[in-house]
Every structure is written in C-alpha cells, then in structure tokens.
C-alpha cells in the first residue's frame, strides 16, 4: 500500500510540474523546439531544474543497497547504441516536434480535456498495441518467469 501510495504522489507530482512548467501546452513546446525560429527558451530552465533536482537522488540511489519500497532498482545500465534504440528515440523526437506532445504531458492533458492530448494518446496506445504485437520480445518462460513475475 506504502509503494501505491508513493507512486501517486511521485505521478501528481510531476502532473503538477508539467502543469506549472507549461509542458502541457503544445504551442509552448513547440516553441522551445523552434530553435531557428521564434525560439522560446524557457523550458531549458524547467530541464535544468529537473537535473539539478534528480542528479543529487541519483547519487544517493547509487550508494544505496536498496529502495525503500522495492527490492532494486531499475537503473538502466546499458551503454550501447543499437538501432532499435535509435529508431524508437527518432520516432519519438519526431512526433514531439510535430505536435509538441510526449507521453507524460499528454497524460496530464488529457485530464483537462484538451483535444489534441486525446488525439495523442489514442495514438500513443495504437503504436503501443501495435509494438506488443509485432516487435515486443516474447515473455520469459518457466523458472524465469516465475521469478521475474515474483516482484510486480
């Protein structure tokens, strides 16, 4: 109950972050994209706020043995570029540049009814169905599964 009760917490937030930032309003975003145009630099001080806030917890999870309310972390630890990787962080630009949404935003702005969010996220769960059913890898079996499954 304790890690639902953070999870909720940690999700409102950050919803109230974007809201505050104006990451949930697409023209904002977009201008902060529009680098050689009419740029609006503003949500560099909204991404530098957030690394001068998680850095210092990073720092702190990394002498941990443990979270509090989980049995490890989940850091990634990966350091390769591979072209799935790359693929999916270019489809990702892509559709922020274009519309000036990504996934948390347009959750947020979903929940104020904002039409382009619901636009966005009726995509975002078709491109999700689409990957699982195509290109996600196939779920461990057995013993592995077992105790992968064992934590969530």
């Known amino acids: 109950m304790a890690r639902i ?54 720092a702190v999870a990394r002498r941990m043995n443990s979270p509090a309310l989980a049995r490890s972390f989940e850091i990634p630890t990966r350091r390769d570029l591979n072209p799935r990787l790359l693929s999916g962080a270019a489809i990702f630009g892509i559709g922020w540049g274009l519309v000036g949404l990504c996934p948390g935003p347009a959750l947020v702005a979903l929940g104020f009814g904002l039409g382009p969010a619901l636009l966005f996220v009726a995509a975002m769960v078709a491109g999700m169905v689409v990957f699982h059913l195509t290109l996600a890898p196939s779920p461990p079996t057995g013993a592995a599964a077992t105790t992968e499954g064992a934590d969530a």
């Not at 975003?29 to 806030?53: E, H, Q, R, T, Y």
Request: a negative charge; hydrophobic letters at 65%; zero cysteines.
């Open 5 to 58: 009760l953070v999870a909720l917490l940690a999700g409102l937030v950050l919803g109230i972050g974007l809201v505050v930032s104006q990451m949930v309003v697409p023209a904002k975003v977009l201008g902060f994209l529009d680098v050689f145009g009419n740029w609006d630099p503003s949500l560099a001080f909204v991404m530098s706020g957030a690394i001068l806030v998680s850095a210092p917890a990073f």
